[in-house]
């Protein structure tokens, strides 16, 4: 005969702490100050010397209206009571446009265009991953898709820069690996949910030695990077075991040594690293001029479009962070990594009172994808880090790139419960057996 348990001792199932109900920030308040931010600074891109720059006027006046649209939308419409998230995006996003305007006003098309798909995907993946038997049904075939991307990346793809990682369609250029960013944290945050040791992170281990393996024969060795400590992050929260760690990054730095060793081409790429001084005319040319510029810049900055980085080549993308210091000067610059570090602090707090695993590792893992991302680019405008060629999220001129960078986004908000209002306005919810 079972034993029977006593009623005292029996496991109760715990409510959801609710994050942020006490203190939340108004989505009016958001967006007063988003507006004043943008009436200060976008007018120094329509206006050139007094003159008016039509394409740039028609962009940042679109930009303004969608942010509008989306605050009301979400407020009055769907009820949502936290948009911290979203006015995060919209204030770097915001910056990004003004950069580019500087620079290439013809562009703020594709930028506005692609500011739009990426709240579109934002919305959308909001929703799809709000319902966690709908993600488990749909990790396989996200799986497949991403590494299909990346094959046909691999056979298709036009080198540009020195890495094949572009593919042209109907003369619109498109970087599958971004995208494949989103399903990479998507499928590991779904495969890892529900595992319970170690060894089941074989499959996912699969998954992310051919997605990296591909991005290699890509030559696309930064975001490649950004793939692999994505990995870390999302095995070490679901297994805990800093040794298993500690051997899988073993085993990657054996295999870089290996590419090294028989693809001695690859090193070249880095042989400027901490001597571009050496190399200013050739391969270093990049590094010393955003170095030179960037202090140029001190404390307040040349002014939006007065100076000269722009006339250096990727100046609006792999040196966007360069811009920031000569143009708008290095404490503004500041607040900006300081805003990066702000989705690092909200991601901390909302993931531990997340309804499940799922959030808790796809909030975390995308927040450090974006983080990692923002060092790469910072720490290589400055020379701590070898120049990768990695976007500055949300700022950096790319399509591709504004869309998984708001789609990341989405993993983050689905993290915080305020992000459904049906499920935050009940009296009380509670995690079942699977959830933390």
């Not at 203190?23 to 943008?38: D, G, K, M, R, S």
């Not at 007094?50 to 009301?72: D, H, N, T």
């Not at 820069?161 to 990479?184: C, D, H, M, R, Y």
């Not at 991302?373 to 701590?384: E, K, S, Y």
Request: positive net charge; charged residues 15%.
């Amino acid at each position: 005969m079972p034993r029977s348990v006593p009623e005292n001792t029996k496991k109760k199932k715990r409510p959801i702490r609710r994050a942020g109900r006490h203190h939340p920030i108004h989505a009016p308040t958001i967006l007063a100050l988003l507006t004043v931010f943008e009436l200060i600074v976008f007018p120094q891109v329509i206006f050139d010397n007094g003159e008016l720059v039509r394409q740039a006027a028609i962009a940042c006046v679109a930009y303004i209206v969608i942010q509008y649209l989306y605050f009301i939308i979400s407020g009055l419409v769907f009820k949502k009571k936290s948009l911290e998230l979203e006015g995060i995006g919209f204030f770097l996003t915001a910056i990004g446009m003004a950069v580019v305007a500087s620079v290439n006003p013809g562009d703020l098309f594709k930028q506005v265009v692609a500011t739009v798909l990426g709240i579109i995907g934002f919305v959308i993946l909001t929703w799809l991953i709000g319902d966690t038997d709908r993600v488990m049904k749909l990790r396989m075939p996200v799986a497949a898709v991403a590494v299909l991307l990346l094959l046909v990346t691999v056979i298709f793809a036009e080198a540009r820069n020195g890495a094949t990682n572009w593919l042209f369609i109907g003369g619109v250029s498109i970087q599958p690996s971004e995208l494949a960013k989103v399903a990479f944290v998507f499928v590991g945050a779904a495969t890892l949910e529900k595992l319970q040791s170690t060894r089941s992170l074989t499959v996912y281990i699969l998954f992310a030695v051919a997605c990296v393996g591909m991005l290699f024969l890509m030559q696309d060795f930064g975001t490649a990077l950004i793939f692999f400590f994505t990995f870390i992050i999302i095995a070490f929260m679901r297994s805990g075991d800093i040794k298993s760690i500690m051997l899988i990054c073993g085993a990657a730095l054996i295999g870089a040594a290996l590419i090294l060793y028989m693809k001695p081409y690859v090193a070249d790429r880095f042989e400027a690293y901490r001597h571009v001084w050496e190399y200013m005319d050739t391969t270093g040319y990049q590094q010393t001029r955003v170095l030179t510029y960037a202090a140029s810049g001190g404390l307040f900055g040349a002014g939006i479009g007065r100076g000269q980085l722009g006339d250096v080549f990727a100046s609006t993308s792999d040196l966007a962070f360069g811009m920031l210091c000569e143009e708008w000067g290095l404490i503004f610059a500041v607040i900006v990594v300081l805003t990066f570090a702000l989705l690092a602090v909200y991601t901390v707090k909302c993931a531990p009172t997340s309804r499940s695993c799922f959030y808790s590792i796809a909030s975390c893992s995308a927040a450090g994808m974006l983080l990692f991302q923002a060092c790469l680019n910072i720490f290589g405008v400055t020379d701590l880090l070898p120049l990768t060629g990695v976007t500055l999220p949300f700022i950096s001129q790319g399509g591709s790139s504004m869309i998984c960078c708001w789609c990341l986004l989405a993993y983050i908000k689905a993290a915080d419960i305020r992000s459904y209002p049906k499920l935050y306005n009940e009296p009380e919810v509670v995690l079942n057996e699977n959830h933390v």
